[in-house]
């Protein structure tokens, strides 16, 4: 799928084989719903575009797909972090 973060991008870079050439260089530039695909499973590498799902996952709290089309905001991380640290296992 699409990487637009340079850092995630070299981490998946190193992966493909040299072999490959520029074939990392889409990573940035995929469309919605498509992918490469490259490994042992497949005979050669591939762009491929994925099909939305006919059946879309259901939410009672948030309409899924609206949200995901939104600008990301960093609202509560910091509050959600300090109640995440404060947490401990019960045994």
Do not use: C, Y
Not at 62 to 83: H, P, Q, R, S, Y
Request: hydrophobic content about 35%; overall charge negative.
């Amino acid at each position: 799928m699409r990487l637009s973060n340079p850092d995630d991008q070299n981490v998946i870079k190193r992966l493909f084989p040299d072999s490959l050439g520029d074939f990392s260089e889409s990573l940035p530039i995929l469309d919605i719903g498509e992918a490469l695909i490259v490994g042992d499973a497949s005979l050669l590498p591939s762009r491929v575009k994925i099909d939305e799902p006919k059946i879309k996952p259901k939410s009672a709290t948030v309409d899924f797909w609206d949200e995901w089309k939104k600008d990301k905001t960093e609202k509560g991380i910091k509050e959600a972090l300090e109640n995440l640290r404060k947490q401990s296992k019960s045994n």
